[in-house]
Nanobody, 118 residues
Framework: QVQLVESGGGLVQAGGSLRLSCAAS????????MGWFRQAPGKEREFVAAIRWSGGTTRYADSVKGRFIISRDNAKNTAYLQMNSLKPEDTAVYYC???????????WGQGTQVTVSS
């Protein structure tokens, strides 16, 4: 089992930045790929970014490419999502997830709210 806890969400003006953190406990964090997803009110959950266990390979949704950066620190059992140039349409609950690949996830956090005001 892996337990995931997100933090760092909040209210920010358009054009601002936030950094989300996902702290993991339980089985070896470095064995898992990590992903970030988001769900806006009335919409389905969507993929945002993912990173392989080694940190060497990342991928992003087109909507955040060039603005968001996913990273991880295996020594701290933590994954991050640096969000820059935020837009109102980035408003959502953001979830981190862990899995054996960057396409399939077995463990999820409880989510953290990000609100971007115009």
């Amino acid at each position: 089992q892996v337990q995931l806890v997100e933090s760092g969400g909040g209210l920010v003006q358009a054009g601002g930045s936030l950094r989300l953190s996902c702290a993991a406990s339980g089985r070896t964090f470095s064995s898992y790929a990590m992903g970030w997803f988001r769900q806006a009110p009335g919409k389905e959950r969507e993929f945002v970014a993912a990173i392989r266990w080694s940190g060497g390979t990342t991928r992003y949704a087109d909507s955040v490419k060039g603005r968001f950066i996913i990273s991880r620190d295996n020594a701290k059992n933590t994954a991050y999502l640096q969000m820059n140039s935020l837009k109102p349409e980035d408003t959502a609950v953001y979830y981190c997830a862990a899995g054996y690949t960057t396409y399939q996830y077995d463990y999820w956090g409880q989510g953290t709210q990000v609100t971007v005001s115009s």
